[in-house]
């Protein structure tokens, strides 16, 4: 380890920004300041809000800044540094910034709550768009629109709005689980979704069902989650998603660290059909 010399702690911590690749959101606490700071790629999100007493907070969402009252100002921009302290809000630019910024797309169709604001927009309102464009890519004949709780539900909305399909509940959430695809093993992954979703018979029981979700990485999730629905009486069973197909490994965060891991990368369309 290389100890900085450079004068000051702002001076430090730029020169350490500017040896780190790949993507951060940091958030550090000193005596006399909070600073937060964002990678030059800008991927995960960082944004920047304000308490009605005039403090300035920071949250990698917005809807932490609904929870505490906080008025949402802007995103922070890549490669800034935001200095909060008596003196007041400093911005400098800590990292150039990338030509182009690269925004996690999973952050927009799973990781991000949909009642949060990225690039402007409402997660929800993005998430409703796809499921409207799905619709128009991807049109079948059907009886019902579900969507796989939470994700998928925003675009099954749209997906049902645009093409006249009525819109109902197919599959029940139980809450207190967490993410099935973020599991290490398949056999927790899979006991992960019959925990977590239990289907509706009530509502599916012979009909012609388009379900969408917002993605599929290994493809296990997706297995089950068929089966669940032919075992409840499902008549047809059409999968829609409404994300890319994800052909290769993210080192950022998400657990999908090989690309032999990753259905679409060794699959065709109608390979992942039939599997």
């Keep these: ?9 702002m001076d430090k911590l730029k020169e350490a920004l500017n040896t780190v690749h790949g993507g951060f959101a940091y958030l550090i606490m000193t005596e006399h300041a909070m600073i937060g700071a964002l990678d030059p790629n800008g991927f995960r999100p960082l944004s920047l809000g304000r308490m009605t007493n005039g ?12 929870i505490v009252g906080a008025e949402y100002v802007r995103d922070v921009r890549p490669g800034e540094i935001l200095r909060i302290s008596a003196e007041g809000l400093v911005s400098e630019q800590g990292v150039p910034a990338a030509e182009e910024p690269a925004n996690c797309i999973f952050e ?8 949060s604001i990225m690039n402007g927009k409402s997660v929800y309102a993005c998430r409703y768009d796809m499921g409207r ?11 019902l629109v579900i969507g796989v709780p939470d994700s998928g539900l925003p675009p099954a909305e749209g997906y049902s ?3 006249g399909i009525p819109f109902g509940e197919g599959l029940i959430k139980n809450r207190y689980v967490g993410r099935t695809f973020i599991e290490p093993t398949q056999e927790l992954r899979a006991m ?14 012979g009909k012609r069902l388009v379900v969408i979700d917002d993605s599929i990485v290994r493809g296990t999730t997706m297995v089950q989650l068929v089966k669940m629905l032919r075992n409840a009486g ?6 829609r998603i409404n994300s890319p197909e994800v052909i290769w490994p993210c080192f950022y965060g998400i657990d999908t660290d090989v690309q032999s891991q990753l259905i679409s990368a060794n699959k065709t369309v109608d390979e992942i059909c039939e599997y």
């Design 1 to 9: 380890i290389r100890r900085s010399s450079k004068p000051t702690f």
């Design 55 to 66: 403090a300035y907070v920071l949250a990698s969402e917005t809807c932490a800044l609904d």
């Design 108 to 115: 927009q169709v799973y990781f991000a709550r949909p009642d």
């Design 133 to 143: 464009q799905l619709a128009h890519e991807e049109p079948v004949e059907a009886d």
């Design 161 to 163: 709005h645009e093409s």
């Design 192 to 205: 992960g979704v019959r925990m977590k979703l239990n289907p509706l018979r009530d509502n599916i029981e």
């Design 234 to 239: 499902a008549k047809e069973i059409h999968i």
